[in-house]
T-cell receptor, first 114, second 113 residues
């Protein structure tokens, strides 16, 4: 059973640098979600795609953040000009269509800003 | 997502049943009740979901009150590997699929050996 895969698992970078994370969803899932989780808090929704269309973006997603899912398969999340406050776990999830269907999460990319 | 209320933490002994409560008094007739859990250093893991009837799977059981204003996740025989934060969520669905989930603080389940 191939689950949701995220790369890299850890990223350390200096403030002001750009970073990009990749998410490979479960292959038959057409919905893909990005969340952010800081220490001691539950995950917070950032954005989601249905196939290649980005359907919703949270107010948490500042203009330094951009997400793409060019062919409706894998997705990338880019953060430009990183800030200390961007340090967090970035989680990806995917789901199929239908009422009641659950989301399946990857183990995340942990971003540390020096 | 509709609002849910859970205890901040619960403690149980290994190999005993655990009942994790969740209140969702503003639930609507079409809201599903989902449970996820998150182990340390891992992403959330789907546990179980239901609409009106009680549900069982290999991980847990979900007991839903008749008025649907509360539910209980039941772990029949807790192990140390069940120590995690458990989230009760009522996802919102639109366009044929789930929207982004709203996680609260969840219940931190501690299992004593």
């Amino acid at each position: 059973d191939t689950g949701v895969s995220q790369n890299p698992r850890h990223k350390i970078t200096k403030r002001g640098q750009n970073v990009t994370f990749r998410c490979d969803p479960i292959s038959e899932h057409n919905r893909l979600y990005w969340y952010r989780q800081t220490l001691g808090q539950g995950p917070e929704f950032l954005t989601y795609f249905q196939n290649e269309a980005q359907l919703e973006k949270s107010r948490l997603l500042s203009d330094r953040f951009s997400a793409e899912r060019p062919k409706g398969s894998f997705s990338t999340l880019e953060i430009q000009r990183t800030e200390q406050g961007d340090s967090a776990m970035y989680l990806c999830a995917s789901s199929s269509q239908g009422d009641g269907v659950p989301q399946h999460f990857g183990d995340g990319t942990r971003l540390s800003i020096l | 997502d509709a609002k849910t209320t859970q205890p901040n933490s619960m403690e149980s002994n290994e190999e005993e049943p655990v009942h994790l409560p969740c209140n969702h008094s503003t639930i609507s007739g079409t809201d599903y009740i989902h449970w996820y859990r998150q182990l340390p250093s891992q992403g959330p893991e789907y546990v179980i979901h239901g609409l009106t009837s009680n549900v069982n799977n290999r991980m847990a059981s979900l007991a839903i009150a008749e008025d649907r204003k509360s539910s209980t996740l039941i772990l029949h025989r807790a192990t140390l590997r069940d120590a995690a934060v458990y989230y009760c969520i009522l996802p919102r669905y639109s366009g044929g699929g789930a929207d982004g989930l709203t996680f609260g603080k969840g219940t931190h389940l501690i299992i004593q050996p």
